[in-house]
């Protein structure tokens, strides 16, 4: 009897040894990386391309940029990263977004250049632009301007790349520039109807975005990504999504494309169109 008592405290003390090492396993590592000589062409090549072509968008002051990251490509997705690229006084075009630094469970608010925002997505992918209605880019450039006070408070630092859409615990690059265009769309609402809620805070966002039929792409993730993600992931959780979503593997997830879908299904969205990379980028390797 003491030997299988023994046993089992023995047993219980490697589960629970093993369950001391997830955060560990699961902590990010941050390498530094440096960008090949290659690569940093590419960049900068794909960012005047940019900037041109912004700079050809007449009266444009806010649009929409898409570029690569994730490889979505097994979902038939081919960008992943969404951001605000705004033209500021002295004519430059800047990026507003939201970034998880080094797979972290964290997120911040950067402002930062065209080149750095395209990175070695400029290897491999093509740049999506949507232009929105004249009256939408008005309202964005003032929620997204200094000191931008809603833009912020509709930032949740806790990062999950998958977070639930309809869900405040938390908050990915996509979900925050939709719920900051469904701050711009509601106000376009007020002003035509007289009686639409304004957008406040992260839930009278997700509330508008419910009235306004938003439908969020649904992916599918097999057992082995539903584990590491609950253990051994930092900067993906499950737990925002509700039950049946778990249990069946089908997640419901912002992707570039449900955005885009959004604007158009509600005519705010008249022109969009790819910036290809550089043909030398074609042939580049990272």
Sequence with gaps: MQRSH?????????????????????????????????????MFDLA???????DRLDGARVVLLARGGQDLSRYGLKHSHLAFALREDDGNWRI???????????????????????????????????VPSPEVQQTLQRLLQDPGTLAHALHTPRYSMIAYPFS????????????????ALA?????????????????????WLKHADYQP??????????IGARFFVA????????ASERISGNYSVITVESVFDLLQQRKALPQEFSIPRSAAAHGASP
């Excluded at 938390?170 to 265009?181: C, D, K």
């Excluded at 900067?235 to 509700?242: C, F, K, L």
């Design 217 to 226: 792409t649904r992916l599918h993730l097999d057992l082995s990504k539903r």
């Design 48 to 54: 005047r391309s940019t900037q041109q072509a912004l």
């Design 168 to 183: 405040t615990d938390y908050q990915n690059s996509n979900q925050w520039v939709l719920e900051i265009l469904a701050a």
């Design 96 to 130: 507003k977004h939201l970034l998880n630094h080094c797979k972290s469970d964290t997120s911040e608010l950067y402002r930062e250049g065209l080149s750095n925002f395209i990175g070695e997505s400029a290897l491999h992918a093509d740049l999506r632009v949507g």
């Design 6 to 42: 023994g046993h089992r405290m023995r047993y219980a003390m490697a589960i629970m040894l093993f369950l001391a090492t997830l955060p560990a396993i699961g902590a990010p590592t941050c390498i530094p990386h440096y960008p090949t000589p290659a690569t940093l062409a590419a």
């Design 187 to 207: 106000q376009s609402d007020a002003q035509a109807t007289a009686v639409a809620a304004p957008v406040v805070d992260r839930r009278s966002a997700q509330a």
């Design 235 to 242: 900067n993906a959780a499950v737990t925002d999504h509700p």
